[in-house]
Structures are given as structure tokens and as C-alpha cells.
């Protein structure tokens, strides 16, 4: 297997903004130069593949092909045990058109009540698999899992997905309650990327954090959350941080005053195409929209 230097340039093999945020976070301190699958203009693979394993794969390879640059991939998703592993490789699909994971959440509470499975709290794990592979054709593969067990109604507003239903072994809070650190700590992705890093990076030394050049505004943060937030609780978490935004990045906002934002937000409104998505998530798009600048 060929290995990762500083500065190489990695695919991150996804379109979906929280999750390339989330591998990029994991990389920087590396050195590793990674960009995403949609910034090169590469189309997105159907997940035909009925494992983890198998569409990590596809998707590794195609952008790895595609882009002549080796390409890490990630698949993951939600397996309850009553449910003999459901929603599994189909998570994401469960959403439906629209990623509306409120849609999602109650399938998988219903699915459990037609069993009779609330009995007890229903024991569920998130799974996340990286491939890693090179335009030779040359895979490896890298698992993590986080345990623990469902909770309905939906708790919380951070995170996303499946979060606000998912509590980890240990602990009270559900993955949706918890600060962000914190679930990203114990996280499945965390975990498989501490496994891909132990393999794979392990040559390379991490920059220290205080010596990495200060970040100005985060918008690939804000519109990775913008992007993948479903209920209303999200929503809510997600203006926290807008304002917290505003109030540490006043100057970058190009709609400072009330009229201004007012204005800016409903040229969005007016402007915005018909969507299957949430609306709490076109709401925090048109929101967000409104305070930077027309791209
Ligand atoms: P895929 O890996 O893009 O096929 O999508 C997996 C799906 O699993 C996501 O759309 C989420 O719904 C769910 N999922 C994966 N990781 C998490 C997580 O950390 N929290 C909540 N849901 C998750």
C-alpha cells in the first residue's frame, strides 16, 4: 500500500457538507491538503452495495478514478438490534427525497413499537466504515462503532441524523443534547478514523493545535449544520450559532443592520427553487444566506 505525505492531496468522496466538515477537521492537523468530491465536479456514485463495506468502496474508488488523487470515503448509518440491524446501509434512504430525518426518526420508532420492542430501551449502534483508496485500484478498509440505545420522543438539537434518538452506552444525554465535542469524542467516525490514523498516518506528526493558523469565520461549519439539520430543535441550535457568529465575526457579516438582513433574506426567500427538504433546513439556509456575501 502506498502511503500519505504531507501535503498530499486526499478526495474526501462526499457531497454531503457535515460529513466532508467532520473528515476535514480530522485531517487538517495532518497536514493532509483534502478536498471534497463536489468541489471537483465529480458525480456521485449510486450506493448499490447492500454493506458498510461494499459503498464505501464504490465511492472511494469512483472518486479515486475520477480525480487520479487517492480518495477516503466514509458509509455509516444506524443499526438497532430489534430491528435485526435496520436502518442500516439504508439509513440515509429511510429520510426519504427530502432528508427529513424527523420522517426518518418516527419510521424507526414505529418500526420498533410493531415489534414490541420498547419493552426495554432498544439497543442500537452507529457504525461508520472509511475506505481508503489509491487510483490503482488498491482498498483498505477501516471500522468504528459507537453502542448504545434509543430514546423516543427526539431529544436535543445538535448533531444531526439519527442524534437526537441515540444514547451512548454510559451516558444520559442523547448524541442530540450533547455538546458537539463531546459526541465527536466518542463518535463512530472518530473511531474509525482513529483506526484509519493508527494505519495510515501514523508516520506523520500531528501539527499542535495552538501553532495552526488562527480560523477566521467558520461558514463551512455553519452550512454543514444548515445543510443536514431536519427538526425544529436544530433549527433552534443552529440560530445559537448564527448568533454566536455574529457576535464573534460582526465585520465579516455583509448584512449588519435589521433592514439589511431583512432585505438580503427575502431576495433569498423569493429567489430560492422549490425544495423537498425540511423546511427548518430552507429556513436555515435562507438564514444563513442572508449573512454573507452573494456567491
Ligand atoms: P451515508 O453514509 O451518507 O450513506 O448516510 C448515512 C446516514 O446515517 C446519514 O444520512 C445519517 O442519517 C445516519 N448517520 C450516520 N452517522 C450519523 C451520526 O453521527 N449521527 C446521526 N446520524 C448518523
Known amino acids: ?40 465536479g465529480l458525480s456521485e456514485p449510486e450506493e448499490t452495495e447492500t ?25 455509516s448509518g444506524l443499526e438497532v438490534d430489534c430491528l435485526d440491524g435496520a436502518p442500516g446501509v439504508y439509513s440515509a434512504r429511510w429520510a426519504g427525497p427530502g432528508k427529513d430525518f424527523s420522517v426518518a426518526m418516527k419510521k424507526v420508532a414505529d418500526e420498533i413499537t410493531t415489534r414490541g420492542g420498547w419493552g426495554e ?36 438539537g445538535n448533531g444531526f441524523g439519527y442524534d437526537p434518538m441515540f444514547v451512548p452506552e ?37 501539527v499542535n493545535v495552538d501553532e495552526r493558523p488562527a480560523r477566521g469565520r467558520d461558514i463551512a461549519a455553519l452550512s454543514a ?32 443592520t435589521l433592514e439589511d438582513y431583512l432585505d438580503a433574506l427575502e431576495l433569498q426567500l423569493k429567489d430560492a427553487p422549490a425544495s423537498e427538504e425540511p423546511a427548518w433546513r430552507q429556513l436555515a439556509k435562507a438564514l444563513l444566506a442572508a449573512s454573507v456575501k452573494n456567491r
Open 225 to 256: 449544520a444548515a445543510a443536514s439539520l431536519s427538526t425544529k430543535l436544530e433549527a433552534a441550535a443552529f440560530v445559537t450559532h448564527l448568533k454566536a457568529d455574529l457576535k464573534a465575526n460582526r465585520p465579516e457579516w455583509v448584512n449588519v
Open 121 to 156: 430501551p432498544p439497543k442500537a449502534n452507529f457504525i461508520s466504515v472509511l475506505c481508503l483508496a489509491w487510483p490503482d485500484g488498491d482498498t483498505r478498509i477501516f471500522e468504528g462503532k459507537v453502542f448504545g440505545h434509543l430514546v423516543w420522543p427526539p431529544r436535543g
Open 1 to 40: 500500500m502506498q502511503s500519505l505525505t504531507k501535503g498530499t492531496k486526499l478526495v474526501v468522496a462526499s457531497h454531503n457538507p457535515g460529513k466532508v466538515w467532520e473528515i476535514n477537521q480530522l485531517l487538517a492537523p495532518y497536514g493532509l491538503n483534502a478536498v471534497s468530491a463536489g468541489e471537483l
Open 51 to 75: 454493506t458498510f463495506q461494499g459503498n464505501a468502496r464504490l465511492k472511494a474508488i469512483a472518486a479515486a478514478a475520477g480525480s487520479g488523487l487517492p480518495a477516503l470515503a466514509d458509509d
Open 170 to 206: 454510559g451516558a444520559e444525554q442523547t448524541f442530540g443534547e450533547m455538546e458537539p465535542a463531546e459526541k465527536y469524542a466518542i463518535s463512530h467516525r472518530t473511531r474509525a478514523f482513529a483506526v484509519f490514523k493508527a494505519s495510515t498516518l501514523e508516520h506523520l506528526q500531528p
